[in-house]
């Protein structure tokens, strides 16, 4: 008996950016698609959540291996073998849509926090939940923010318990999870699209890479891959990406079951499904799932930010690092602190977060697609992977990965 908690601390240890990267894809706008998509179609979505998997994983693992093998970042390593306007094309259409993507997930924060405490202002939530992001990042160290990451990722269990609050039809979810009625119809194809653009998102391959070889220099090992450092950076991955689809998966199924059969069939932003389930699932529910929204903004914010300052700073070979301190990484931390500021400038622009969504999604649809098909050209060229080049199964789960990326962006731009 005495193994398990000691094998369960293993497990826990050896999991860091995989986890984190696969966690943060349920950002505050990440759950609004999900509220959207079971309030619309009640369990017609839940299959998705398996088809998602195999290809997260396997994009997320080509960056990550890319990251240990080139000892860089995604930015640097198409810095060196790909042409500029590539590697400039793909930054400038995703710094626009990582800004907007947290101003969305600020203002879903600072709306929630207006649900839960009627007398203050959204805005002052949004404002003062910025302000506690800034803190954390800019004075924690590394580890420091590794771990509360991490256990940041916790929060996401809110959404697991939330459908265990009610009776549930058994059979029903299991019928919709691997028999899936698939409507072949605009508004049913639109979610798909909204999916499958919520869950392959483009910042999350530039941060995976980049946190793959900074985890590996903090956890005091040396810088020598091998079959086992591989190994674990794969399992940690493919935990994090099956967690990530695990809380898609209790999220569709709670506002499947509840909104759907109540119906409420058009939700917008998270403090719709928030305030659709108070008095249909009750109190429990409604603050598990609100504080959930909070906790994954938490999570998902320092991702985009860092991810976008690790981008730039590595164009122009500036000093970057979660590890440094501000005088010693000025750029970068000047980088993080600006896309806040004006993910929260956002809110006073009259944008609402539906539209920010909606103008990030276009921007991760032209970008996804062309940073995936460089992905796999990378990730299968062995004179920059050497003998870690792709195998057979990363290969199809990551072309299928692109074709349905390819499909997606068509048709998103078809319904918009």
């Known amino acids: 008996m005495k193994s398990s908690p000691n094998m369960f601390q293993k497990f826990w240890k050896n999991l860091g950016p995989g986890l984190v990267t696969g966690s943060s894809d349920d950002d505050p706008s990440g759950i609004a698609t999900y509220s959207q998509a079971g309030a619309q179609f009640g369990l017609g979505t839940l299959w998705a959540a398996l088809l998602t998997f195999p290809m997260m994983a396997a994009v997320q693992e080509m960056c990550g291996r890319i ?9 640097g390593t198409l810095k060196d073998h790909y042409p500029k306007p590539v590697l400039y094309g793909v930054v400038m259409l995703s710094f626009p849509a990582i800004i907007l993507n947290i101003g969305a997930n600020i203002a879903g924060m600072g709306a929630v926090g207006n649900l839960l405490f009627p007398s203050i202002d959204a805005n002052f939530f949004s404002a003062g939940f910025t302000m506690m992001l800034l803190i954390l990042i800019i004075y924690l160290p590394y580890e420091k923010i590794a771990s509360v990451l991490k256990y940041l990722c916790l ?55 980049t946190m793959s070889i900074e985890d590996l220099k903090h956890r005091k090992q040396k810088l020598v891959v091998n079959k086992k450092v591989i190994a674990a950076m794969k399992q940690d991955i493919d935990t994090g990406m099956l967690f990530s689809n695990i809380v898609m998966y209790f999220i569709i199924l709670t506002t499947g079951t509840v909104l759907f059969n109540a119906g409420i069939h058009q939700i917008d932003t998270v403090e719709d499904a928030a305030k659709a389930l108070k008095p249909l699932a009750g109190e429990a529910a409604y603050i598990l799932f609100a504080l959930g929204i909070i906790g994954t903004g938490f999570l998902a914010i320092p991702v985009l930010s860092g991810a976008l300052s690790y981008m730039i700073t590595e164009i122009f070979n500036w000093e970057n690092g979660l590890d440094k301190k501000f005088h010693e990484a000025k750029a970068f931390y000047t980088i993080i602190t600006l896309s806040l500021i004006l993910g929260l400038g956002i809110n006073y622009l009259g944008i609402s977060p539906i539209n920010a969504l909606i103008y990030a999604a276009i921007l991760y649809g032209l970008t996804a697609p062309v940073l995936i098909a460089v992905i796999l050209h990378i990730s299968n060229n062995k004179k920059i992977m050497g003998r870690y080049k792709n195998g057979l199964w990363s290969n199809v789960f990551g072309v299928l990965a692109l074709v349905l990326m390819l499909l997606a962006s068509i048709g998103l731009f078809h319904f918009q």
């Open 67 to 75: 990251g240990l093998v080139t000892r860089k970042g995604l930015t």
């Open 155 to 209: 929060v996401l269990l809110f959404y697991i318990i939330v459908p265990f609050l009610y009776k549930q039809d058994i059979k029903a979810i299991l019928k919709s999870t691997f028999l899936p009625d698939i409507q072949l119809n605009k508004e049913y194809l639109a979610v798909l699209v909204a999916i499958l653009g919520t869950t392959i998102s483009p910042y999350l391959f530039f941060w995976q890479a």
